[in-house]
């Protein structure tokens, strides 16, 4: 679909009479409508307010964002290295694994990388392409090797989970990330591999929509406490993620009781199962079955979704993009906090213990099979079943009019009887 902007040509007005400020308004209106057409942005808004109010200019404007329904694939050179992550202890995948890999070093001349742990898997040895191909294939180990700066390109295959591990990988800049449908769920993988081949090379030739998926940057920051070599002092930890953080109350019988804070300033205290601070690729995930809306991926916001709130006026709430929220244990908290970053690396807060979540500069770039609005809304409808139920019938106009016409409300009310007992 073209993405350029629509030029709009001004209105011809009359050398010799003078505009009015209701034809101002109504050309405006028009060009703002003509404008927005393709756009998923809200309209920039003005910066007047009155003849005399405006916003205060300062140096903390934030930069102009570009228009999501714009955002295309380009490479500014030919991509050389791809990732191929797929789904483990799953025989199905095997065979569409080695076609792939095969198209990849022998057609396309690629040098590819999986993990070490695929290359484990007795089940490819009864593959004879993959035997050619095995010693051309360079590895690696999650935790241990750094993808920094090695990988130009991602092809996922599997469910949701291989797109999580994909960006658990890397804690900085992702590459972009093409992701086949051959889970259970699919949300996250739009691409069917039949005719992987041309699918791929439309990706290669830069001929792609992109939806940059927001993360979570989650530190871990933990007081200081005494030990038998005086204090121990532990460094931050870092983490990025794809869907959620999750509070949860772990093992304990007691309701949790945490303290959230925005920005500094402290919102409310959460008692109940624990929290959900999710982002808007997040929220179709473990927030929508706490009850909270869904979110498209382009939105710029951070989820906050109570699990099992001991309240019932606890809702869940959508806040900027850009605060920083801060959870920790509440000073008469009964028990400690666990948390846990995608479904991983779950750790226990104790009292003293801090959690801050604000939003990442590092998107995972995640490549459209159609664009941003079709494959949203495909996944819902597929794998969510959004809005399935059956037809409403139509009413017969026809006999509608002849039921009306045969019993009229005059006839109605007098064939009414009062079955209600007679005073005597």
Same mark, same amino acid.
């Given at each position: 679909?073209?993405? =350029?902007?629509? !030029?709009? !040509?001004?209105?011809?007005?009359?050398?010799?009479?003078?505009?009015?400020?209701?034809?101002?308004?109504?050309?405006?209106?028009? =060009?703002?409508?003509?404008?927005?057409?393709?756009?998923?942005? %809200?309209?920039?808004?003005?910066? +007047?307010?009155?003849?005399?109010?405006?916003?205060?200019?300062?140096? %903390?404007?934030?930069?102009?964002?570009?228009?999501?329904?714009?955002?295309?694939?380009?490479?500014?050179?030919?991509?050389? $290295?791809? *990732?191929?992550?797929?789904?483990?202890?799953?025989?199905?995948?095997? &065979?569409?694994?080695?076609?792939?890999?095969?198209?990849?070093?022998?057609?396309?001349?690629?040098?590819?990388?999986?993990? &070490?742990?695929?290359?484990?898997?007795?089940?490819?040895?009864?593959?004879?392409?993959?035997?050619?191909?095995?010693?051309?294939?360079?590895?690696?180990?999650?935790?241990?090797?750094?993808?920094?700066?090695?990988?130009?390109?991602?092809?996922?295959?599997?469910?949701?989970?291989? *797109?999580?591990?994909?960006?658990?990988?890397?804690?900085?800049?992702?590459?972009?990330?093409?992701?086949?449908?051959?889970?259970?769920?699919?949300?996250?993988?739009?691409?069917?591999?039949?005719?992987?081949?041309? +699918?791929?090379?439309?990706?290669?030739?830069?001929?792609?929509?992109?939806?940059? =998926?927001?993360?979570?940057?989650?530190?871990?920051? =933990? !007081?200081?406490?005494?030990?038998?070599?005086?204090?121990?002092?532990?460094?931050? $930890?870092?983490?990025?993620?794809?869907?959620?953080?999750?509070?949860?109350?772990?093992?304990?019988?007691?309701?949790?009781?945490?303290?959230?804070?925005?920005?500094?300033?402290?919102?409310?205290?959460?008692?109940?199962?624990?929290?959900? @601070? /999710?982002?808007?690729?997040?929220?179709?995930?473990?927030?929508? &079955?706490?009850?909270?809306?869904?979110?498209?991926?382009?939105?710029?916001?951070?989820?906050?979704?109570?699990?099992?709130?001991?309240?019932?006026?606890?809702?869940?709430?959508?806040?900027?993009?850009?605060?920083?929220?801060?959870? %920790?244990?509440?000073?008469? %908290?009964?028990?400690?906090?666990?948390?846990?970053?995608?479904?991983?690396?779950?750790?226990?807060?104790?009292?003293?213990?801090?959690?801050?979540?604000?939003?990442?500069?590092?998107?995972?770039?995640?490549?459209? &099979? +159609?664009?941003?609005?079709?494959?949203?809304?495909?996944?819902?409808?597929?794998?969510?079943?959004?809005? @399935?139920? !059956?037809?409403?019938?139509?009413?017969?106009?026809?006999?509608?009019?002849?039921?009306?016409? /045969?019993?009229?409300?005059?006839?109605?009310?007098?064939?009414?009887?009062?079955?209600?007992?007679?005073?005597?």
């Amino acid at each position: 679909m073209d993405r =350029r902007p629509i !030029k709009v !040509k001004p209105r011809s007005r009359s050398k010799t009479r003078p505009t009015t400020s209701e034809e101002f308004a109504a050309d405006d209106e028009d =060009r703002c409508v003509l404008l927005r057409t393709r756009s998923l942005n %809200a309209p920039s808004p003005i910066q +007047q307010f009155g003849p005399c109010g405006r916003i205060m200019k300062n140096s %903390a404007m934030v930069m102009q964002i570009q228009d999501p329904a714009s955002q295309r694939l380009t490479w500014y050179k030919p991509p050389l $290295t791809v *990732l191929v992550i797929k789904k483990v202890h799953d025989a199905t995948i095997l &065979a569409p694994f080695v076609q792939l890999v095969h198209w990849l070093v022998h057609d396309k001349s690629m040098v590819v990388f999986v993990e &070490a742990a695929v290359l484990d898997d007795r089940l490819l040895a009864e593959y004879g392409d993959f035997t050619s191909v095995k010693e051309r294939l360079m590895t690696f180990r999650a935790g241990t090797d750094d993808l920094t700066d090695k990988i130009d390109f991602i092809i996922c295959l599997g469910g949701d989970g291989t *797109l999580l591990h994909a960006s658990s990988l890397f804690q900085q800049s992702v590459p972009p990330v093409m992701a086949f449908h051959l889970g259970s769920l699919g949300f996250l993988t739009p691409f069917e591999f039949n005719n992987f081949q041309g +699918q791929v090379m439309n990706v290669l030739e830069g001929h792609a929509a992109l939806t940059l =998926r927001s993360r979570l940057q989650c530190v871990v920051l =933990r !007081k200081s406490r005494d030990d038998a070599d005086g204090k121990e002092k532990k460094k931050p $930890t870092t983490i990025l993620v794809l869907n959620e953080v999750v509070v949860d109350r772990g093992p304990s019988p007691y309701l949790s009781n945490i303290d959230l804070f925005l920005d500094g300033k402290h919102i409310t205290s959460v008692q109940g199962d624990g929290l959900i @601070v /999710s982002t808007p690729t997040g929220s179709t995930a473990y927030a929508v &079955a706490a009850g909270a809306s869904m979110i498209h991926p382009s939105v710029p916001a951070i989820m906050v979704t109570p699990i099992c709130p001991h309240s019932l006026s606890f809702r869940p709430i959508v806040v900027p993009a850009g605060v920083e929220l801060k959870i %920790a244990l509440s000073p008469e %908290a009964r028990n400690a906090m666990w948390v846990s970053f995608d479904g991983r690396n779950r750790q226990a807060l104790q009292h003293g213990d801090s959690l801050y979540v604000t939003t990442s500069v590092y998107p995972v770039p995640s490549i459209c &099979a +159609q664009d941003q609005i079709s494959d949203w809304f495909d996944s819902l409808a597929e794998c969510l079943h959004w809005n @399935v139920r !059956k037809k409403q019938k139509q009413i017969d106009e026809l006999s509608d009019l002849t039921h009306s016409s /045969s019993d009229p409300l005059e006839d109605l009310d007098n064939n009414h009887h009062d079955e209600r007992p007679v005073d005597t």
